[in-house]
T-cell receptor, first 116, second 112 residues
């Protein structure tokens, strides 16, 4: 149980285009989902926290207009990188927090974004 | 500021030898502590967690971790390392669900 999927697992796009990444909790309801970014050889950096049905809370320094997060249902959150640039190239990982299990996050497999 | 430290960027150990990956935390209260493993180009996999109770926690793949409150440490250990254990290991602390903080990661290389 507690499986989280991400789609796509790997994406290459041209500079200036937008890319949507989906994060799904497959067998549980996730009231809260988190989006992380990981640069090469570095730790995870929390970008934002999204609660189902409400606006995401962004960490300091993360552009909310650049990284659009939608958490429309208890099993799906999306991250859209708008007008992507090469510096947005990174590994994006989502995690989902099950209802009533606030102290445990289940991580998706990650999405590698390369912007040319 | 709340933080998790992993003092070693890289740990090298010979296959069959015991391994230790160190973690110390600076988080207020009594945080929950976690270890995750990340294989190349993959997401994180949960290894184990400490919530309360016995200071020695056993987890997946033969790993265990020892919680030491006085030293604010949560070192990851395994009695006998395997080449397949080579990966990036992250320690994390969760302060009652308010703040999930990751350490910088330690790259473990197990040499055959």
């Amino acid at each position: 149980g507690a499986v989280v999927s991400q789609h796509p697992s790997w994406v290459i796009c041209k500079s200036g285009t937008s890319v949507k990444i989906e994060c799904r909790s497959l067998d549980f309801q996730a009231t809260t989902m988190f989006w992380y970014r990981q640069f090469p050889k570095q730790s995870l950096m929390l970008m934002a926290t999204s609660n189902e049905g409400s606006k995401a809370t962004y960490e300091q320094g993360v552009e909310k207009d650049k990284f659009l997060i939608n958490h429309a249902s208890l099993t799906l959150s999306t991250l859209t990188v708008t007008s992507a640039h090469p510096e947005d190239s990174s590994f994006y990982i989502c995690s989902a927090q099950a209802s009533g299990r606030y102290n445990e996050q289940f991580f998706g497999p990650g999405t590698r974004l390369t912007v040319l | 500021a709340q933080s998790v430290a992993q003092p070693e960027d890289q740990v090298n150990v010979a296959e069959g030898n015991p391994l230790t990956v160190k973690c110390t935390y600076s988080v207020s209260g009594n945080p929950y502590l976690f270890w995750y493993v990340q294989y190349p180009n993959r997401g994180l996999q949960f290894l184990l967690k400490y919530i309360t109770g016995d200071n020695l926690v056993k987890g997946s793949y033969g790993f265990e971790a020892e919680f030491n409150k006085s030293q604010t440490s949560f070192h990851l250990k395994k009695p006998s390392a395997l080449v397949s254990d080579s990966a990036l290991y992250f320690c994390a602390a969760d302060n009652y669900g308010q703040n999930f903080v990751f350490g910088p990661g330690t790259r473990l290389s197990v040499l055959p």
